[in-house]
């Protein structure tokens, strides 16, 4: 919760936000209208006007200097208003041009110096900002810039001076950027206090501002390892803002995450163009092949829970459980379908420390995931039934380095199958796969709506059958924007190798996977996905090569 987390903080006292009611529009074009109307007289009819006034007072000097000064203070007024309206309407642009013509010929006025400082803080030229402010408030001492000079210096990290500008104001915006400037100085409760004098106040005076206030309030005391306090918080009777309809939806997700129990649910489909045809390789190549999924379509029904509780502020518990069920159609000659289904149940206990032990802890989880497969016979009249059992233990360490989250661990993953009936002939009991994984992954946020970062994995797989015995390294770039509050763009490029040690064949694998994921909320509760993945494998063994892509769509909803 950094500087691009202030929630446009300038903004919501200023002159920035747009217009949302009908009559402020309005009256706002009257006014533009008379000021245009007037300046207009003065420059076109002006000359006809001023010069008849002229020729009546050449006489008098003082007069000539009364007409200048009041066409200039016409000219000032006008630059005032287009400005002003131009950063309420968003266009910094024309605001900026405006302001800068206005100071050619009244560089001490201090309003114009101070739409200047707003017009450099849109643009986030925050050094220019700052001295803009201070013009104005050395030409007019009565004229309040606290906030607005607090925030440019925020922005450019001099917290001692933010905090210094702040003491004298206790707004509710001036509240939020001392709970800012306390959480980039690590000091979680003291920003905790003032993010909560900062509701109090807004739920009063400026309702629109709760949501925010209450929103940091409650995720800085969640971060804390406060649960409890932090439900309270959310659990107040708080007015959701119309305008404010981010905040409406991180404040609904964070009331969910801090709920004891959620529940989940998810429908989609999978088209895959990587089908091995019965027809075109002999059974045993299809055992052997795996190539991707045996199905043009995939359709997916999940179901899950999931109960988390604090026994203390470092230690925590969560307990997951769910059901998946997928139905897999193979159209062609050799039609065939057959269904898979799963459930799965974790257990992990998380033990964080220092001042925000959610973000930096070490935890200890096991998952468990029995599956069953039915499928029908097809012409070659090999049944497709079997059973499969993973587990997977292992500790887990997370933490939080400046912008960027670390997490790193061990896996221990024990895959039992029992597919005697799946191929006849080829492989007649049940087999064990130990697999031991080592990996780590990084995420950095470049700005509030840009993340960047990879991963990285290694391991060795110990197969009851040493064809399948194999070691593998994978490395995968990631980056994540969110050009919108309601919308997610992910997109992946991954490398893996797998090199299996004791097979016959000498058999080495390098896999190339390209991603890209679209993800939108619907609203407060449900959210679409679609997503689309290329995949090239190169192989010492023919038949193990091949070119796919999958296509996915789903919806979900959290409760």
């Known amino acids: 919760m950094k500087r691009e987390k202030t929630f446009v903080l300038l903004?919501?006292?200023?002159?920035?936000?747009?217009?949302?009611?009908?009559?402020?529009a309005a009256a706002e074009a009257d006014a533009s209208t008379d000021v245009v109307a007037n300046n207009q007289r003065v420059q076109t009819q002006g000359g006809q006007e001023m010069s008849e006034s002229a020729a009546a007072s050449l006489a008098n000097a003082s007069d000539l200097r009364s007409a200048a000064d009041s066409k200039k203070l016409e000219q000032l007024d006008f630059s005032l208003a287009m400005a002003t309206i131009a950063l309420r309407r968003g266009n910094i642009p024309e605001a900026k041009k405006q302001v800068e013509y206005g100071l050619t010929f009244a560089d001490d006025n201090s309003q114009l110096w101070y739409l200047s400082g707003l017009v450099r803080s849109a643009e986030e030229n925050w050094e220019n900002a700052v001295e803009s402010f201070k013009k104005a408030k050395d030409l007019d001492s009565a004229r309040d810039v606290s906030f607005e000079l607090a925030n440019a210096y925020y922005h450019l990290g001099k917290l001692a001076e933010a905090g210094e500008a702040l003491n004298d104001c206790h707004t509710v915006n001036c509240n939020m950027l001392h709970g800012f400037i306390a959480l980039d100085a690590e000091e979680y409760s003291e920003a905790v206090t003032y993010f909560d004098k900062s509701a109090d106040a807004a739920s009063d005076s400026q309702p629109e501002a709760t949501l925010p206030a209450v929103y940091y309030s409650a995720a800085t005391k969640l971060a804390m390892g406060s649960f409890k306090e932090a439900r309270a918080t959310l659990n107040k009777s708080y007015a959701l803002s119309k305008k404010h309809a981010p905040w409406a939806i991180l404040y609904a997700g964070l009331k969910?995450?801090?709920?004891l129990f959620n529940f989940y649910g998810a429908l989609g489909f999978h088209f895959d163009s990587n089908i091995n045809r019965i027809s075109d390789v002999t059974i045993e190549q299809l055992k052997l092949a795996g190539k991707s999924n045996m199905a043009d379509l995939r359709f997916d029904i999940q179901l899950a829970g999931n109960f988390r509780y604090f026994f203390t502020n470092n230690l925590r518990m969560n307990l997951n459980i769910g059901f998946n069920q997928q139905l897999y159609l193979l159209e062609g000659p050799d039609t065939r379908a057959f269904n898979m289904t799963s459930i799965q149940g974790g257990l992990s206990l998380a033990y964080g420390w220092g001042k925000r032990p959610t973000l930096n802890y070490v935890s200890l989880s096991y998952n468990i995931v029995p599956m069953w497969v039915l499928g029908e016979a097809h012409k070659y009249d090999v049944g497709l039934d079997f059973f499969a059992l993973a587990q997977e233990l292992g500790p887990t360490v997370n933490l939080t380095l400046g912008k960027g989250t670390l997490n790193a661990g061990y896996k221990l993953l024990i895959d039992h199958y029992d597919d005697t009936a799946l191929v006849p002939g080829v492989q007649k009991d049940a087999r064990n796969d130990f697999i031991n994984r080592l990996h780590a992954s990084y995420m950095h946020r470049v700005v509030s709506s840009l993340s960047l970062g990879g991963a990285l994995n290694s391991?060795?797989?110990?197969?009851?059958?040493?064809?399948?015995?194999?070691g593998f390294f994978g490395a995968n770039f990631r980056l994540v924007w969110a050009p919108t509050y309601r919308g997610t763009i992910g997109a992946d490029i991954g490398y893996s190798l797998n090199k299996y040690a004791r097979s016959?064949?000498?058999?080495?694998?390098n896999q190339l996977n390209v991603s890209v994921q679209l993800a939108s909320l619907l609203n407060r509760f449900m959210n679409m996905g679609i997503d689309v993945m290329y995949t090239h494998r190169w192989s010492t063994v023919d038949i193990y090569e091949y070119d796919r892509i999958l296509v996915g769509f789903n919806v979900a909803w959290t409760l």
């Open 504 to 509: 016959s064949m000498d058999r080495l694998d």
């Open 11 to 24: 903004a919501s006292i200023l002159l920035l936000a747009p217009i949302a009611k009908a009559d402020e």
């Open 459 to 470: 391991g060795y797989a110990n197969a009851k059958s040493d064809e399948f015995d194999r």
């Open 256 to 259: 969910r995450n801090l709920q």
